[in-house]
Structures are given as C-alpha cells and as structure tokens.
C-alpha cells in the first residue's frame, strides 16, 4: 500500500512512522514544508510534489489549511485513494466537497500517545465497505487502540474526552507534582512519584471490567489519607463540574472548527 500524508509534524510523523515500521505500508511520502529529516518517509516541500497515484492520503494540518492542500495535489493523487482525516472539527462534507467525487472519506480523532503506541483513536465513515474499515482499524490499532462511532457528531465529544485529554492528565500531573514540591519533597522526585502513580493508575483502569468508582473506593479507607483528600475533590462536586466544563469548551471548539470552511 501507497500512502501520502499532507502534514507530518508530530501527529503525522508518529502515524506514518509507525506504519512503516510494522510493514502496513510499503511506501510513504509526506508532504511537509519543514521538511523534517531523520524519517524513513520520502519527505516532499510542497504538494505539487507528490506526484503519483496513492491508496491512502492523511491529511494532518490545520483545520483552516485542509481544503487548500487536499485542492493543491496533482489530479492524479487522489484517485483510486481512500483520503483520512485526522484534523479536529473538520466535517466528512467539507473533506467531500475538496475531493474528486466519490472519494471514501475517514474521519480519525487520535491522541498523542499514539507517539508510544498507546493511543486512543475514535473513528467514523459515513460510507465504507468491510474492507477499508478493517485496513483502518489495523492501521490506528498498531498505534494503539480503535473504536468506530455510527454518528459524525460523536467525534466532537471524543476530541474533548480523549483528543484532548492526555493534556487534562498532563496539568493534573503537574499539579499534583507541584503540591508534593510544596510539601517538601525535592522536585525530580514529586514528578516522579506523579507520574508513576499516572501510570499504575491507567493500567489498572484498563483492565477487563474495570470499574472507575471501585478502583477509587478500593483506595480510600474510611477516616484515612486518601478519604481526606477525596474530600475535597468532592465537596460541591467542585471537581467533576470543573472537569465538565472543561470538556464542554472543547467540544464547543472543535464544534466552532468544523464551521470553518
């Protein structure tokens, strides 16, 4: 398989690397103005460029510049092509309307663990056959982990949850490590502590079954420590409102970014 990536920053790079990698595809070429070296991919300035026919075409820029790149490929590119998005906000319509007619159109929300292969990728496509969902399943499962959604709407809600989550994790992390720093522990050591405690965390949230309040009440011991401090996570449910309305502005966002045309 032949596939064009339109954007390989960080998002795009850590994607087409990890497919080259694992033999999903055979050959790559990327379209990046910074032209980025040490890559396996076949790296090209502009889109004028990527001449040839491709099977697969990921479009990994900014949401504003998506219709102007896909516009700026040689005819030929993007015939026979299934063409991904992994740009937040962006509709399949708007995708549709700057691709030849009857180009298969994917939706992808990844996250950045994808970078470690331990990403979290919400999928949608209004029209493909079991072929192509499974080629893209495969792809974004060797990165991570994959899930489908029937309805383009609920990309909106996995970009606020787990497309932009890690950074939720991240600033919690930080904060936690700063607490400890003002409780006396030496900085190297408090980001240490919190971000193993992050990591022993996710595991246990991703075994089979697992269930988040009961991990949560496993750990606190009436009358104790982490009782104390659950406490203030939840009085006025200060804590689980703060985080909602966190999401909310994100999901306004990225629904504020598919309006861009």
Not at 46 to 60: C, E, P
Not at 218 to 238: K, M, Q, R
Request: hydrophobic share 50%; charged share 15%; aromatic share 6%.
């Amino acid at each position: 398989m032949k596939a064009l990536f339109l954007g390989y920053g960080k998002m795009g790079s850590a994607l087409g690397e990890a497919w080259l990698n694992a033999g999903l595809v055979d050959s790559l070429v990327a379209v990046d103005p910074g032209q980025p070296q040490g890559l396996r991919a076949q790296v090209v300035d502009s889109a004028a460029k990527a001449t040839g026919r491709f099977d697969l075409v990921v479009v990994a820029v900014k949401p504003a510049m998506a219709a102007g790149v896909i516009a700026s490929l040689p005819a030929e590119a993007l015939q026979g092509a299934t063409l991904v998005s992994v740009m937040a906000g962006v509709s399949c319509a708007t995708l549709a309307a700057a691709s030849p007619e009857g180009t298969p159109v994917v939706r992808a929300m990844p996250n950045t663990p994808v970078m470690l292969g331990a990403g979290c990728t919400g999928l949608f496509a209004s029209d493909l056959n079991d072929n192509l969902r499974q080629l893209l399943s495969r792809l974004f499962e060797a990165v991570g982990v994959a899930f489908w959604v029937e309805h383009e709407e609920l990309l909106h809600a996995i970009t606020a949850l787990s497309g932009s989550g890690p950074a939720y994790y991240h600033l919690f992390s930080e904060a936690l490590a700063d607490a400890g720093i003002a409780l006396g522990l030496p900085e190297v050591l408090a980001r240490q502590l919190a971000a193993n405690t992050a990591l022993g965390a996710a595991r246990l949230q991703c075994q089979p079954d697992a269930d988040f309040k009961a991990l949560r009440t496993a750990v606190t011991s009436p009358n104790g420590t982490t009782a104390a401090a659950i406490e203030h996570f939840e009085a006025d449910a200060a804590l689980r409102r703060l985080v909602k309305d966190a999401a909310t502005a994100a999901f306004d966002r990225s629904v504020e970014l598919g309006k861009i045309e």
